[in-house]
């Protein structure tokens, strides 16, 4: 019986030593890969990551956490969409945006929470917001406040998606007045917060499990990989490139050539909402705005009509005249605000059109975003106006 029992208690100590050395290397592998180790990690692999851990397998950083670092804020530009990273090679984790160039550049940590679609009230206030709250969830994590947040102001649809993630369908919105506006804005903000607020009290905790769980999901429901949107060419958008007129794609953006003035105003409203929050949340940090062209505002057109990118179903042909126009209307708007809330404005669009004079910046797949050369130039005209370094 005594020997029974000495098996027994001998068994019983051995899975408990197992148990134990289990848990103890399964955190001792959390701590170091996630605290340490996530920039390293392949681009295939991070959309296994918790959604709101991806940012920190980004390269532009020493480690996962940042420090003393540059936050970018804004859409798929921000993000680094573009033929760059279609084409980067997925079993590594290599530079394609201007995150990575400033990073190496400066030798300064960069993190990009920029997400594709969003307009300015996501992009710059709810999302950081949300992210900010999600990773200092998780026990491994502490990420202070940025010293410096560079945000992407792009011409060629946040106006459009301002409206559309206040208002939704933009049917009358003509008729809004100032003070109807702000109310509709208040209100958004009032239920968005309070929602947020009450989704947040959950404790996010095993990253490493999670990522293992996604990794099996994944094993077992295939899901098919995202496709690049095809363009298709036409013979209404011509340009002028090194002394030759060539054809572009069809349905190009623009600077918001489908909205009346009023709309845009309610857009620039919106901007303007975004970044008295986003000050608010981070009453430290030294703000710059880069102004992004769209691409029908890169090129010189050889043409007297372009064909654009319409959203709201409006006509999508338009005179190649009022391109610039309109880019140079949204510049002064963001412009006189930048000046009153004393933030620096980069305009990006004299380097970027110098080399769209010479060679293509955007495709030749995505014309929605900069290829490797557009980024380039995009992170030289920032770097050349503000000083990062301080």
């Known amino acids: 019986m005594v020997k029974k029992n000495n098996f027994f208690n001998k ?80 079993k590594k984790n290599l530079p394609y945006s201007t995150s990575h160039l400033i990073f190496h550049n400066l030798s300064r940590d960069v993190i990009s929470f920029g997400e594709s679609s969003f307009g300015n009230y996501n992009s710059y206030f709810i999302h950081p917001m949300i992210t900010f709250q999600d990773i200092n969830s998780y026990y491994l994590y502490d990420l202070k406040d940025p010293k410096t947040i560079l945000i992407y102001f792009y011409e060629g649809n946040d106006l459009n998606n301002n409206l559309y993630e206040i208002f939704g369908e933009t049917n009358n919105l003509d008729q809004l007045n100032l003070s109807e506006i702000k109310e509709v804005i208040n209100n958004k903000t009032h239920n968005t917060v309070k929602y947020t607020s009450e989704s947040k009290k959950r404790y996010n905790a095993y990253p490493l499990a999670r990522y293992l769980i996604n990794r099996i999901k994944h094993f077992f429901v295939r899901t098919e990989p995202k496709s690049i949107e095809e363009f298709s060419y036409g013979k209404l958008n011509k340009i002028y490139l090194n002394f030759s007129i060539i054809e572009l794609p069809e349905n190009l953006q623009s600077p918001a050539m489908e909205l009346s003035d009023h709309e845009i105003s309610i857009a620039i409203s919106v901007f303007k909402f975004s970044i008295d929050k986003l000050v608010e949340i981070f009453p430290e940090s030294k703000i710059y705005i880069a102004y992004v062209p769209s691409p029908l505002s890169c090129y010189d057109l050889a043409s007297e009509k372009v064909s654009i990118q319409s959203y709201h179903g409006r006509v999508n042909i338009r005179e190649s005249r009022k391109v610039g126009e309109y880019s140079d209307k949204i510049f002064k708007m963001i412009q006189e605000y930048s000046i009153y809330k004393n933030i620096s404005l980069i305009d990006t669009r004299p380097e970027l059109r110098i080399a769209a004079s010479r060679k293509f910046i955007h495709g030749p797949i995505d014309w929605k975003h900069f290829n490797k050369e557009g980024y380039v130039v995009l992170s030289e005209a920032i770097l050349k106006n503000i000083a990062l370094r301080n």
């Open 11 to 90: 068994n019983l100590i051995n899975i408990f030593l197992l148990i134990s050395f289990l848990f103890f290397s399964y955190f001792f592998a959390e701590v170091i890969f996630f605290g340490y180790f996530l920039p390293i990690m392949p681009l295939s692999n991070q959309k296994f990551l918790p959604q709101e851990l991806q940012p920190l397998a980004q390269s532009s950083k020493r480690f996962s956490i940042p420090n003393d670092y540059i936050l970018i804020l804004g859409d798929s530009y921000a993000k680094g969409f573009g033929d760059w990273l279609w084409f980067s090679n997925a």
